[in-house]
């Protein structure tokens, strides 16, 4: 029984059409990712789960509810971070979250809260004061005071240097861990990948497909290029001949050998037996972003 | 919950220096400024047989802080909410981004009640200013004015969407207020079409309303009609037009 669902979602500005028709299930316990280039509908989208705007088109549930006709009940169960939502600028964090567990019926220990997401020592520091990190981990405790089942995070990583990004990575995985299903809209490939347990790609307010990060590099295929540089001249028609290897070209000293798979067991025993060694050997493997340039066409960013 | 977040507004209005310094400075000044005038508090041929302090001065005083914070302040606070996403991300939680405003509204409503008390009881302790001969009229008009003033800044808080718009509006509306009010030029001295217009905006109804009854008369109908119908009128439209967006 998904904790979500979406339904042909249509939704337009004007005449603007933002979201064309979308449809996914969330599961509980998941990461789910929306996945998309800027203007893809991706917030839009969450928004409307949120009960923030209204859908032209299409059927919501979350948890059961209607988030517009029961918004007072799901606003109780579902935790928002909003993208580009910041707080006054001299309130506190203790205060921010001390206010917003009020008004909660089953608040969540705020003090856990703060060392979980690494507040504790800013618990009076004013929100201008905090680094684009804290700011951003202040708004996912917020997202989280009510003790939701589900917590939706929009761009949470956006503006963030590498470093504060791969700990609110790790920040995530800890709230899905404690039973919170996440909705994590993100375009940048790398988070997705590395967070999301399954992933819709939207692009021009269409869904594009769902499937696991693994499954979304399969559906591109697995085909694997192994470059390399020989000691010893390699006889290239033998090499062409093997099992997995679908093409053989030479760019100057260097061999380039695509191929499925296996194809890499396959060349390095062939180099082995022939009593080449190959120098410089790099394997790309179709990953993530050919997937998405493959199902849209276009690259991200 | 509303008696949460509006201590947590208190607080953050308090933080800011320049809002309170603001509000109690500019009305203190005035007062202090005329006061120090030798004859402010003798009865003058020139202000129709009243001390031009109590009668004149203390009005406008107190009609400008309530404006101020009004129409300049409030509406300027809510809109920055609205442009840094704070109305927004309450929308996400079970609590309306009402209740923002309306706890914005009580802090400056307090404000203006704390100024007030603070601007006359300097006046009445340094200056030795009489007290308004009719104190319950004063008064009256004192809320009146506060509700149709906060009404108006309501509205444009309701409707501007960031801080830069709300300022430009308020003073829009702040600046023609005070000079077709009587501020720059008395009530009596206007030609006979702009003194009605000084007893219908919301700012002139107010000080001259006050200016009646510190005088020790009733404040006309017309002032007190004009007050009551900018109330009514103007927070219907905000009710019905404020949204977090």
């Given amino acids: 029984m998904p904790v979500t669902e979406v339904q042909h979602l249509h939704k337009t500005y004007g005449d603007k059409v933002a979201v064309d028709d979308v449809s996914f299930a969330v599961e509980r316990g998941e990461i789910f990712g929306i996945l998309g280039p800027n203007g893809a509908g991706k917030t839009t989208t969450v928004e409307c789960l949120e009960g923030l705007r209204t859908p032209d088109g299409g059927t919501l549930s979350v948890l059961g509810l209607d988030p517009r006709r029961d918004r007072h009940e799901l606003r109780q169960r579902l935790g928002v971070q909003l993208q580009e939502s910041r707080l006054p600028d001299r309130l506190r964090v203790g205060e921010a979250l001390e206010l917003y567990s009020s008004f909660y019926r089953k608040p969540a220990d705020t003090e856990r809260l703060l060392d979980l997401l690494g507040l504790a020592h800013q618990r009076d520091t004013a929100y201008k004061k905090l680094s684009g990190g804290q700011q951003q981990r202040l708004s996912i405790a917020l997202a989280l005071v009510g003790s939701p089942e589900i917590a939706v995070l929009d761009e949470l990583t956006t503006g963030l240097d590498p470093q504060a990004r791969r700990d609110t990575w790790d920040l995530v995985e800890a709230v899905r861990d404690e039973g919170v299903t996440v909705v994590l809209v993100t375009h940048f490939m790398e988070e997705a990948e590395r967070l999301c347990d399954r992933i819709a790609v939207i692009d021009t307010g269409r869904v594009v497909a769902i499937d696991t990060p693994a499954g979304l590099v399969r559906q591109v295929g697995d085909e694997q290029r192994i470059r390399f540089r020989p000691s010893a001249p390699v006889d290239l028609a033998q090499l062409a001949a093997l099992p997995d290897v679908l093409e053989v070209e030479r760019h100057g000293s260097q061999l380039v050998v695509t191929g499925r798979a296996t194809a890499l067991q396959t060349v390095t025993s062939f180099l082995a037996r022939n009593q080449v060694l190959a120098g410089d050997l790099r394997v790309d493997q179709a990953n993530l972003d050919d997937a998405f340039v493959a199902l849209t066409g276009r690259k991200l960013d | ?245």
């Fill in chain 2, 1 to 245: 919950m509303l008696t949460k977040m509006t201590a947590v507004e208190a607080k953050l209005f308090l933080r800011d220096p320049a809002a309170p310094v603001t509000v109690v400075g500019i009305p203190l000044a005035l007062l202090l400024v005329f006061g120090l005038m030798p004859g402010s508090s003798k009865p003058s041929a020139a202000f129709g047989g009243h001390a031009p302090l109590p009668t004149l001065i203390a009005p406008m005083a107190v009609a400008i802080l309530i404006a101020m914070l009004a129409v300049m302040m409030f509406p300027a606070a809510v809109a920055t909410y609205r442009e840094k996403g704070v109305l927004k991300r309450l929308s996400a939680s079970p609590v309306p981004p009402g209740r923002l405003l309306a706890a914005q509204l009580l802090v400056n409503l307090a404000a203006a009640a704390v100024a007030i008390l603070l601007v006359l009881g300097v006046g009445r302790i340094a200056l030795g200013m009489a007290l308004p001969e009719n104190l319950g009229g004063f008064l009256l008009v004192m809320v009146l004015g506060a509700l149709a003033l906060f009404s108006v800044g309501t509205l444009i808080a309701a409707l501007a969407p960031t801080n830069r718009a709300a300022s430009g509006i308020g003073a829009a509306a702040f600046f023609p207020m005070l000079a077709l009010g009587g501020v720059w030029v008395p009530k009596e001295q206007l030609p006979p079409v702009l003194q009605h217009v000084a007893d219908v905006l919301p700012l002139g109804a107010t000080i001259n309303g006050l200016r009646e009854a510190a005088a020790g008369n009733s404040p006309e109908l017309l002032q007190l009609g004009s007050l009551v119908a900018f109330a009514v009128v103007c927070s219907a439209i905000a009710a019905r037009a404020f949204r977090w967006e």
